[in-house]
């Protein structure tokens, strides 16, 4: 009989989680030709399993993939020659190049890479971004979206995000600078072709930049300003062959004053963003602050795939489209740690729940059950008063007395159905109690790392059984029927056919044993 695969519906957007000082900022962006912001949410407080699961709650209902962005403080991007070997050995190869120009451990370490384009690099040669993460950073934040039914399909970083913005913005073929304020630094990238070529952060808050003291806001303005110029020149000197068209602020307090201020000391024209117009922002309330948001924006403006194939790294999977940069993503499904399998303990828990269910539905039953027979006890005693007082008011009332005798037989019966339920539970929670669980009890105890159970059962009749299960040595198979025959519950079983088969790399097993009272041998 043929398989039937069934198509699951496409993914419809992304949603970002970008964690921002002392909030954490979410973003849901369908794509098209002008993306629409559909959604746009703020938690207060650190990200957290509390924060993600109140986020969780406030989620539009749709099949959305999902990117989450590490802070500042756990990544390192460094700029390094891409190897002379296939693209998809850069990562392991650049690994222990990096060990001495990161602050961590690089055993370990998440790392992606985001290639160059040929020409912009020096002398023409392939040039690649690392950017590098502890592994407990990348682990933690996973752990985190796993507890709180996110689930990460990717992991990111806000240079990305806002060279996600820079694309929407910039001319074809030349290079575009975009900053963002932020809460406690600013932001710089510079990209061309859509491909990040320089970033920097400027630690000056925009708080400072937009504050109502003149001279706090002058000395902010003085530090960004000359720390934007000398990126700049330095970018101008390094870059040759890329012609630098702008720089746009992304829009924000202290966006307006602050290009007026570095429009006097920088060699490019220097205008706030007009974002907006490049975005559907119609879904949103008219009020919104998208100040907050831009960089959960970007983040999610990456393209929509199945989430499997969104979530792999650009170096393993390039991107389709000749004009799109490849995507970022520190946790591609290929390193992920591989799900663990079902075991009998799990399967002991299952059954016990299982039956903790039975049970308190039997006992909602018969309480629903004797309720019901009090109300026709009722009904039985007042019948005979009722029909004396209608044959004496009315001597043609058989119909109303034949109405109440109706009723009491329907509510007789019902007491009878419900009985026959009762004990229908009642011996399905013995059977259940005293058949099954000496044998999962049985399979818990001996269970071992490279053999685990997939399905068991028990004839009800002839007591027949049969194991079904998977292991990585076929070798372990014969000790591990050899101890479990001598648990008490399969102490002298016979097992008539044995069927093994290759599944992905594993061993399936099968194995069908014969009742208690069944002739060795026998089918």
């Known amino acids: 009989m043929p398989t039937l695969h ?160 820079g694309a929407l913005l910039a001319s074809p073929h030349r290079g575009h600078a975009l900053l963002h ?128 194939a969104a979530a792999e790294s650009p170096i393993e999977a390039p991107s389709t489209e000749p004009s799109r940069q490849p995507d970022l993503n520190l946790d591609p499904p290929s390193l992920r740690p591989a799900p663990q399998p079902w075991r009998a303990s799990q399967a002991l828990w299952s059954l016990a729940g299982a039956l903790a269910g039975c049970w308190a539905l039997g006992q909602g039953l018969d309480t629903w059950a004797q309720h019901r027979q009090h109300r026709a006890d009722a009904i039985a005693q007042v019948l005979p008063m009722q029909r004396a007082q209608l044959e004496a008011r009315d001597p043609g009332g058989a119909e109303a007395i034949q109405r109440l005798a109706a009723e009491r037989t329907r509510l007789q019966n019902l007491e009878a159905d419900q009985r026959r339920l009762r004990a229908q539970i009642d011996d399905h929670l013995q059977r259940g109690s005293t058949g099954y669980t000496p044998y999962f009890m049985a399979l818990s105890r001996q269970s071992q790392a490279s053999v685990w159970i997939t399905g068991f059962s028990v004839a009800p009749q002839s007591g027949a059984i049969e194991i079904e299960g998977r292991m990585t040595d076929p070798a372990a198979l014969p000790g591990y029927l050899q101890r479990l025959n001598q648990e008490g519950s399969f102490k002298g079983r016979q097992f008539a056919r044995l069927q093994l088969a290759q599944d992905d790399g594993l061993t399936a097993f099968t194995l069908a044993g014969v009742g208690a009272a069944t002739p060795p041998g026998a089918k």
């Not at 399993?49 to 989620?59: D, E, G, K, P, Q």
């Not at 407990?136 to 806000?158: E, F, K, Y």
């Not at 925009?206 to 020149?233: I, S, V």
């Not at 220097?270 to 100040?291: F, H, N, T």
């Open 181 to 308: 304020l932020g809460d406690t630094h600013a932001l710089l990238v510079i990209t061309v072709a859509g491909a990040l070529l320089l970033s920097r952060q400027i630690e000056v808050p925009r708080a400072q930049l937009a504050d109502a003291n003149d001279e706090t806001r002058q000395q902010a303005m003085e530090r960004a300003g000359l720390e934007l110029q000398r990126t700049l020149d330095s970018f101008d000197r390094v870059f040759t062959q890329v012609s630098l068209e702008r720089l746009d602020v992304l829009p924000g307090p202290g966006a307006e004053p602050f290009a007026d201020f570095v429009r006097e000391l920088l060699y490019v024209p220097v205008l706030v963003a007009r974002i907006q117009e490049k975005l559907d922002l119609s879904r949103l309330p008219a009020d919104v602050d998208l100040s907050d948001h831009w960089v959960a924006i970007g983040a999610a403006l990456r393209p929509v795939a199945e989430p499997k």
């Open 6 to 165: 069934l198509r699951r519906p496409a993914v419809a957007g992304w949603i970002a989680c970008v964690p921002q000082a002392a909030h954490v900022r979410f973003a849901l962006v369908e794509p098209g030709e002008r993306p629409v912001v559909r959604w746009l949410h703020s938690e207060a407080g650190r990200s957290s399993a509390l924060v993600l699961r109140r986020a969780r709650r406030s989620v539009p209902w749709g099949r959305w993939a999902s990117v989450a962005l590490l802070e500042r403080s756990q990544y390192q991007l460094v700029q390094a020659e891409a190897p002379d070997m296939p693209r998809h050995e850069w990562r392991d190869a650049l690994r222990w190049r990096l060990k001495d120009q990161i602050e961590f451990p690089v055993d370990g370490a998440a790392i992606d890479l985001l290639p160059m384009p040929a020409q912009a690099g020096p002398r023409n040669q392939r040039t690649v971004i690392a950017v590098a993460a502890p592994g407990p950073a990348r682990d933690a934040l996973r752990s985190d979206g796993d507890d709180t039914g996110w689930s990460w399909h990717a992991i990111d970083v806000a240079e990305t995000a806002l060279r996600n913005l």
